[in-house]
Structure formats: structure tokens, C-alpha cells
């Protein structure tokens, strides 16, 4: 059974940065494609980015490129998501989740383990 714990979520101004963690169990972040998503209220759960091992690479949605970076220490077996020029329509719960997929990796119905979210509220 994979657990997926995130913490690092918090209030921020806008333009500030926050950075995500999300611990692992066993092995997973070196075996599974490691992804972040995020929901607002009232919306869907949206993909934010996720990081991929065979081959190496990472993507990212258009909303957050250039300021989000995606990243992973295998040994702490620990994904994070560094979030840089916060923006209020950022303010969404953020969760850490784990596919055995290849394909489809923005979708939220292709991972297969979920942490239960981290809560980021960004001020303007």
C-alpha cells in the first residue's frame, strides 16, 4: 500500500513562494510517475505537473510554467513542488499522487494513489 503525506501548504502573498513536499512509502517516487494537482472550490481537480522517470521528464500546465518547478530526492524518497510569484488564483487544496502509467498523465483518473492535500491560500 503507497501513502502519500504533503505538508509545506500555507497563506501567502501574492508574489511570495511556498514549497511542497510530499513523503512517499517504500519506493515509490523512484518506481511511479510522481504528479501534483490542485482543486479550487466549486471547480474540478486540475493537473499542475508531475516528474517521470523512464525516460527522465517533467511538464508542466501552461498556467504554471516559469514558476513552478517540479522536482524529486529518491533517496528521502520525497517529491516537491516549489512554487515561485504566487498568484491569488493559486489558492486551491494541492495533492500528491502516484500513477503505474506511461500515458495520460494529466488526468487525475490515471494515478492510482493520493495524499490527502495540502491547503495553499494565496492573498492579493
Known amino acids: 500500500q503507497v501513502q502519500l503525506v504533503e505538508s509545506g501548504g500555507g497563506l501567502v502573498q501574492a508574489g511570495g513562494s511556498l514549497r511542497l513536499s510530499c513523503a512517499a512509502s517504500g519506493r515509490t517516487v523512484s518506481t511511479k510517475t510522481m504528479g501534483w494537482f490542485r482543486q479550487a472550490p466549486g471547480k474540478e481537480r486540475e493537473f499542475v505537473a508531475y516528474?517521470?522517470?523512464?525516460?527522465?521528464?517533467?511538464r508542466y500546465t501552461d498556467s504554471v510554467k516559469g514558476r513552478f518547478t517540479i522536482s524529486a530526492v529518491v533517496a528521502k524518497n520525497t517529491v516537491y513542488l516549489q512554487m515561485n510569484s504566487l498568484k491569488p488564483e493559486d489558492t486551491a487544496v494541492y495533492y500528491c499522487a502516484a500513477s503505474e502509467l506511461s500515458r495520460g498523465l494529466d488526468q487525475p483518473r490515471n494515478y492510482d494513489y493520493w495524499g490527502q492535500g495540502t491547503q495553499v491560500t494565496v492573498s492579493s
Open positions: 516528474i517521470t522517470w523512464r525516460p527522465y521528464g517533467t
